[in-house]
């Protein structure tokens, strides 16, 4: 059993990554703290609530991370994401309240509590995860591993060469990346390999419970940003989820371990990260870079996470 803290900025693939971690017996989701990314930090933080009210899971700890980014101004991504950061479905209002504290405490708290180390799973911008490393540096060993969804080797999805949970905040991603806590990272290399098609959204009519029911129509409209001929996809991109599903099963991914640093600088690519693939700086390997992912059985993942709420 892997205890996580999930640390998210819910949208689409956010929250599917969330259903996922809750879905698994592999996974002890332990808390959920929200960050500023896809929408502002409110709506980020309610969406986070509606999904564990929709999953009846209540009894998970939420907080709501900072309302900005370290140094740059906030960029959210209504337009991938829509109006409330979860367009598409009919989700319930959050029916209790996020702790009284912020993110960085709840971390603090839950990893102080923890009888083992927990792994910090990151699925938005790295603001949340960079200020508990400065504010609590004497817990930072207690942290098993960070698994994080952004970046990429050589491609970009808000700039040319940058990804948008490193491009919202490039300054938090780089103390993370050189913290000396063992890393994966899911890179848009990997998570533009893990599409889901339109005829397997439309196949989630066939799971029977209101979790499914949400994410065929969250799913349907996360599809939609994805059609354009641009990005010469066949479905849409499940990036978040990639760092449950190589959590629950490393045997759906081929890596490489490698160093890896956050360009926050450059004129065109402040914001890149700088993957070294070829050891060419000598530097630690600090990185499991997820580079392929078998599309099948990672759709057949979802589909089980899905349909583990049956019972509901
Ligand atoms: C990342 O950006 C967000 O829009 C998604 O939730 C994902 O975390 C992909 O670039
Ligand atoms: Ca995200």
Request: with cysteine; aromatic share 6%; glycine share 6%.
């Amino acid at each position: 059993m892997t205890k996580i803290i999930l640390d998210c900025d819910p949208g689409h693939d956010d929250a599917l990554a969330m259903t996922m971690a809750i879905a698994s017996p592999k996974i002890e989701l332990s808390a959920v703290t929200t960050s500023a990314g896809n929408q502002t930090p409110e709506k980020t933080l309610n969406n986070a609530m509606r999904m564990l009210t929709l999953m009846h899971r209540e009894d998970i700890p939420v907080a709501g991370g900072n309302r900005t980014p370290l140094v740059n101004k906030l960029a959210t991504a209504g337009n991938v994401h829509g109006k409330t950061g979860l367009d598409g479905a009919e989700l319930p209002d959050p029916d209790f309240k996020p702790q009284d504290m912020t993110a960085i405490e709840l971390m603090a708290k839950t990893i102080r509590e923890s009888n083992e180390k927990v792994t910090l799973v990151v699925t938005g911008p790295m603001t949340n995860a960079a200020l508990f490393l400065r504010v609590y540096p004497e817990l930072a060993d207690r942290i098993e591993q960070i698994v994080f969804m952004g970046g990429a080797m050589g491609l970009g999805n808000w700039t040319p060469s940058v990804e948008f949970n490193i491009y919202v905040d490039p300054e938090a991603a780089k103390i993370v990346m050189n913290a000396g806590i063992p890393l994966v990272m899911a890179p848009l290399n990997v998570t533009h390999q893990a599409q889901i098609l339109k005829d397997e959204i439309e196949s989630i009519d066939d799971i029977k419970n209101p979790v499914a029911h949400a994410f065929r129509g969250l799913l349907d409209f996360f599809e939609i940003y994805h059609e354009n001929p641009k990005w010469g996809f066949k479905g849409a991109p499940l990036h978040d989820p990639c760092t449950i599903a190589w959590l629950i099963d490393p045997t759906l991914f081929e890596s490489e371990q490698m160093n890896v640093d956050v360009e926050t600088q450059g004129e065109l690519v402040k914001g890149e990260t700088v993957c070294d693939y070829y050891e060419l700086t000598g530097k630690p390997k600090n990185t499991n870079v997820l580079l392929k992912v078998d599309r099948e059985r990672f759709i057949k993942l979802i589909m089980d996470s899905l349909r583990a709420f049956d019972d509901l």
